[in-house]
């Protein structure tokens, strides 16, 4: 980004900006040196002088407020100009967190703990998103020490959702899927809290748990299929893949709980290949040599299609609901989701109908061939405790 930035060139003794001067650009020094400093006149006191490679006038950029020092150069300098809107830019893209604690610091750098009230309509509205950001952090950080806590004090649990085998509609597998049990706000759904446990790291630790659960649980749940290859499917997330130790802490789990490898599916969306191909492809192939395979979640909503489904070693297609579900009333879906169901195939792959919900959906599905079947049809995610023997 740098690269396309202009250079200034400033004779010894021009005045970059002044105290009070709004601020709406930083520089980065290429050559040269820059004398910082406060006061007018003889009354003027040298704060510091920065040399290349360093950053000055950065603070009044983000924080919207005028400058509190002045900046003038001490011999010919070359500098790069970084705009206002390019470091709004990049701190739009920043995790509110970085953005709120980088604001926070900067305003007890600039007021040693006061804060300076809102006068003009421009301050107000800096102020009202600043709370704003405020209130988005804390939510964030709240809930990611709630999660380190929730794993301390076993607040997760894993529901069971059957997969059927489509054509005797006998319980093939389970698909394990989480949940937090709140102490104040009761059941959680997996879809608002793994989001930040991704972004924290902490879905490393929870990812574990699940396998380490799943593998527990896995002989009561085998006793309730009927088929002659059960098997229990565990979600993955992206950043459990980029975990050093990932294969060899499946294998382990697999060991501790004498777990058989052929009985443990692993479900990844194509998020997760698309993220690091490379390393996926290597981690992949070495599950499946440890003797378990791999599902593709949530199929049809990515954007990697083909190429994933030829390269990795991938043994089921798992279709979206958002197809399933539409493949009754929709041309459009009925042939995705046959289309699909022939690529599968045809590649040596398994198919399972995420969310079927009705007998005509699982009939449909059932003339196209599909393998397995998941959703409230067959039965929806309950306790180990709540699974028929
Ligand atoms: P998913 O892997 O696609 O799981 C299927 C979701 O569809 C589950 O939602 C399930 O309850 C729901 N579902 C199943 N059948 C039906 C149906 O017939 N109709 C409708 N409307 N919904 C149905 P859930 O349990 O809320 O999980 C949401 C997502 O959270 C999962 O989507 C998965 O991506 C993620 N997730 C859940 N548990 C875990 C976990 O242990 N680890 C990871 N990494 N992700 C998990
Ligand atoms: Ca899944
Ligand atoms: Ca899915």
Redesign the pocket.
């Known amino acids: 980004m740098l690269n396309n930035l202009n250079r200034i060139e400033v004779e010894a003794g021009s005045i970059l900006f002044s105290e009070g001067d709004p601020g709406d650009c930083a520089y980065l020094i290429e050559e040269g040196s820059i004398e910082i400093f406060v006061g007018k006149g003889s009354q003027s006191r040298q704060v510091n002088i920065i040399g290349k490679g360093e950053l000055f006038g950065e603070v009044a950029l983000i924080d919207h407020q005028p400058r509190t020092a002045s900046a003038r150069a001490v011999n010919k300098a070359t500098l790069i100009p970084i705009s206002r809107t390019m470091v709004n830019e990049l701190l739009e893209k920043t995790d509110p967190i970085v953005r709120h604690l980088l604001l926070v610091i900067l305003e007890r750098y600039r007021n040693k703990g006061g804060t300076v009230a809102a006068t003009t309509e421009e301050q107000l509205s800096v102020a009202r998103k600043r709370n704003a950001l405020r209130g988005e952090a804390t939510q964030k950080i709240t809930l990611a020490n709630d999660i380190a806590r929730a794993l301390e004090k076993d607040e997760f649990e894993?529901?069971y959702?059957p997969i059927c085998d489509l054509k005797s509609e006998h319980v093939a597998g389970y698909?394990?899927?989480?949940r937090w049990h709140h102490p104040l706000q009761g059941m959680i759904?997996?879809?608002d809290f793994?989001w930040l446990a991704e972004q924290t790291g902490q879905?490393r630790e929870l990812?574990l748990w699940?396998l380490k659960r799943a593998c527990r649980d896995w002989p009561v749940l085998r006793r309730s299929t009927h088929y002659p290859r059960p098997f229990v499917s565990?979600?993955?997330?992206p950043s459990q893949l980029t975990e050093p130790r990932f294969v060899e802490d499946v294998k382990t789990v697999m060991q501790q709980y004498q777990m058989s490898p052929g009985e443990l599916k692993l479900?990844l969306t194509e998020t997760v290949i698309i993220n690091n191909p490379e390393l996926a492809l290597k981690l992949l192939r070495q599950i499946t040599l440890l003797g378990s395979s791999i599902a593709l979640?949530?199929f049809g909503t990515g954007h990697s299609g083909l190429d994933s489904l030829n390269r990795y070693p991938i043994g089921t297609m798992k279709i979206d609901?958002a197809f399933i579900s539409q493949i009754h009333d929709s041309a459009h879906s009925r042939e995705i989701v046959q289309t699909s169901i022939k690529l599968a195939h045809s590649l040596g792959m398994d198919v399972v109908a995420?969310?079927?919900?009705t007998r005509e959906i699982h009939a449909q599905l059932l003339a196209l061939q599909c393998n397995y079947g998941?959703?409230?049809?067959y039965g929806?995610?309950v306790p180990l405790a709540r699974i028929d023997q």
């Open positions: 894993l529901f959702q698909e394990a899927l989480i759904s997996p879809l793994l879905i990812g699940t565990v979600n993955l997330s479900e979640d949530d609901r995420e969310g079927i919900e998941q959703g409230w049809l929806k995610p």
